[in-house]
């Protein structure tokens, strides 16, 4: 049984990020854009608490780089944060097809907040006063990247 897509121009075009992305329906685009972004970031995750558990490379455990690939490749989290990796990367590839790279490459910043914002409040690891402001600064970049679409498409 094969799964039958609808050309995007055949999907209605939703009022809601249509000055925002590029040809196509925005707002599909958009929700393909967020899905990407919440894989990667799931892998971030993943992939952290693998190399909790492997180990920090360098380390004298770690002499023989042998010792470390053998205990990477024994590590499922590893594995399924590059897996959750690969489908993201899956999904940027769709929007990439659909949306200005000018415009999704700087919404992929909206990860840097999470991470950061997830990092401290889930994996309790210190954040300094001058990393929220690094991620304020980015967060007011997304922001204005947004407002410079719609100022320059009149909506």
Do not use: C, H
């Given at each position: 049984?094969?799964?039958?897509?609808?050309?995007?121009?055949?999907?209605?075009?939703p009022?809601?990020?249509?000055?925002?992305?590029?040809?196509?329906?925005?707002?599909?685009s958009?929700?393909?854009?967020?899905?990407s972004?919440?894989?990667?970031i799931?892998?971030?995750?993943?992939?952290?608490?693998?190399m909790?558990?492997?180990?920090?490379?360098?380390?004298?455990?770690?002499?023989?780089?042998?010792?470390?690939?053998?205990?990477?490749?024994?590590?499922?989290?590893?594995?399924?944060?590059?897996?959750?990796?690969?489908?993201?990367?899956?999904?940027?590839?769709?929007?990439?097809?659909?949306?200005?790279?000018?415009v999704?490459?700087?919404?992929?910043?909206?990860?840097y907040?999470?991470?950061?914002?997830?990092?401290?409040?889930v994996?309790?690891?210190?954040?300094?006063?001058?990393?929220?402001v690094?991620?304020?600064?980015?967060?007011?970049?997304?922001?204005?990247?947004?407002?410079?679409?719609?100022?320059?498409?009149?909506t």
């Open positions: 049984m094969a799964l039958e897509v609808p050309p995007p121009e055949a999907i209605p075009e009022p809601i990020a249509a000055s925002f992305l590029g040809s196509g329906n925005r707002g599909f958009l929700a393909l854009l967020v899905v972004v919440v894989f990667a799931a892998g971030q995750f993943t992939l952290k608490a693998a909790n558990e492997i180990g920090r490379i360098g380390s004298v455990e770690f002499r023989d780089p042998m010792a470390l690939v053998a205990k990477a490749a024994k590590e499922p989290r590893l594995w399924a944060g590059l897996a959750l990796f690969g489908i993201s990367a899956l999904f940027w590839l769709v929007v990439l097809s659909r949306v200005n790279l000018s999704a490459y700087p919404l992929v910043g909206v990860s907040i999470l991470v950061v914002a997830i990092g401290r409040f994996l309790n690891e210190e954040v300094p006063p001058l990393r929220w690094g991620v304020t600064i980015i967060a007011l970049g997304i922001a204005t990247i947004g407002l410079s679409f719609r100022a320059s498409n009149g």
